[in-house]
Structures are given as structure tokens and as C-alpha cells.
């Protein structure tokens, strides 16, 4: 099912973020947030699998598409309620605050949420479906397409919150309050691409989309590169092309 999944990790990353709160070391705090990210991410690959079965395929693009609204929102505001956090308590207090929105969203699965999947497979966890799944899905070009795409838009994503802090705290000199008001522009990007995803994907299809939103992925990463190479990186040469990117992201 998806409930209880769903629920055993929204308690591994409660657990997890208390365990960073109070990291005594580097080490520790790392492994903390290994385990953290474990369970984070049952939220959007459970909240993926309950759309699939409430939806069809075209009708659950739509939807994933404005789901993609809500995880738009987040990045733009978390970024700055952690700068200012960062600032004002130290850098304990954003774990501390994580650990007050797992417990809430933890409270709202266990009370609000149904199960979905009405008829569970007891066969899953077999290894030898699993093995036959996996080749059925790596021989198809349709899935192959799909998944990089997705691969492929997000590891450039993670590769710019990876980078971004030291590039804009380290080299530009911002404070981390005013790193984290830069995400509410990336965020813009990313916003518009799920919003245009959302209402034009039934009339113009789920490929077409796709194809769209790589291009303009892209094109932001190649003007990235282009103004790198000619000398010119400053704050804004890095935040407009990733807006193009994350609207490319979007529709992806």
C-alpha cells in the first residue's frame, strides 16, 4: 500500500531531522542527512504513485503538473525562512523548524490520508518479478526517454543547490538571507513551466511537452556555460538562464 510507506518515512525523516538538530559533529550530521534524505523521499515518489491511481495517464500528467505547483512553492520559500533562521538562531534552528513540518505533515497522513491502492500486489517483493520488471522497463525506448529526461533536468537542478551556496556566499559575498530570497526568482521558472503544463498538456500531449521542456533546459544551461566562458559570471548571468532551465524543469 501507500499509507503505511508512506507514514514509515515521514517518521524517518522526523527522527532524522531531530538527529541533525543536535549533531555533536560533521560526521554525524552527514549521516544524519543520508537518513533524512531516505525518508524525504517517500513524499514525492509515494505522492507520484497515489496520483497513478487515482488518475489516467493524460489526466495524472495534469495533475502531477500542478502537483509540481506545490513543490515550486516550497523551494522558494524554504530557502528563506532557512537564511533567516540561519542568521538570527544559528544553523541548529533550521533542522529544529524541519522537524516541527515532518511532525505536522506526519499528523496530517496519519488522520487525513486514505490508502489508494485498493488492491495490493502480495507478489511484489518477489525478487524474480522484480528482475523481469526492470528488464521490461529497461527495453523500452518510451521509458528509457522518459527517465532521462527527468534524470537529466533534475541532476542539473542538484547540481545548482549543490554549487549555488558557494558560488553566491563565497565568490558574490551575499549573506544567507539574501542567498535564500534568490531562490523566490529560480522558483518563478519552475512555477510557470508546471502552470503551462498543466493546462496545455491535454491539448498538446505528454511528448511534445517533454520535448519543450528539455529544449529550454537546454538552452538555459548553454547560456550558463556561453557566459561563463566569456567572463562575464555575475548573480544575474547565473539566475536568468537557471530560470529558463527551471521552466524547461517545469514542464519536464
Known amino acids: 500500500g ?19 538538530a543536535f549533531a555533536p559533529d560533521i560526521e554525524s550530521l ?3 542527512r543520508f537518513a533524512q534524505a531516505v525518508g524525504a523521499c517517500s513524499g514525492p515518489v509515494i505522492g507520484r504513485a497515489i496520483v497513478r491511481d487515482v488518475y489516467g495517464r493524460e489526466r495524472a500528467a495534469k495533475v502531477l503538473s500542478y502537483l509540481g505547483v506545490a513543490f515550486a512553492v516550497s523551494p522558494a520559500i524554504m530557502p528563506i525562512i532557512g537564511g533567516y533562521l540561519q542568521v538570527w538562531f544559528g544553523w541548529r534552528a533550521v533542522f529544529l523548524f524541519l522537524s516541527v513540518v515532518a511532525g505536522s505533515v506526519l499528523f496530517a497522513v496519519a488522520f487525513i490520508l486514505d490508502e489508494t491502492n485498493r ?13 523481469r520488471n526492470y528488464r521490461m522497463l529497461l ?6 526517454g522518459y527517465a532521462f529526461s527527468v534524470a537529466f533536468v533534475f541532476a542539473g537542478l542538484m547540481a545548482y543547490i549543490a554549487t549555488s551556496p558557494f ?16 531562490a523566490a526568482f529560480n522558483v518563478t521558472g519552475f512555477l510557470a513551466g508546471n502552470l503551462t503544463s498543466g493546462r496545455f498538456t491535454m491539448r498538446v500531449g505528454v511528448e511534445r511537452m517533454v520535448l519543450l521542456g528539455v529544449s529550454l533546459s537546454l538552452a538555459g544551461g548553454l547560456t ?13 548571468a547565473v539566475i536568468f538562464p537557471m530560470i529558463l532551465f527551471l521552466a524547461g524543469m517545469g514542464l519536464v
Open 119 to 131: 488492491n495490493p500486489d502480495r507478489r511484489a517483493l518477489n525478487i524474480a518479478g522484480i528482475g
Open 30 to 32: 552527514i549521516a544524519a
Open 167 to 182: 558560488l553566491f556566499i563565497d565568490t558574490f559575498g551575499l549573506r544567507p538571507d539574501q542567498y535564500g530570497l534568490l
Open 2 to 20: 501507500r499509507r503505511r510507506v508512506l507514514l514509515g518515512g515521514l517518521c524517518v525523516y522526523l527522527a532524522a531531522s531531530v538527529a541533525c
Open 224 to 236: 550558463m556555460v556561453a557566459t561563463a566562458l566569456l567572463g562575464g559570471v555575475g548573480v544575474l
Open 139 to 144: 527495453g523500452s525506448a518510451e521509458y528509457l
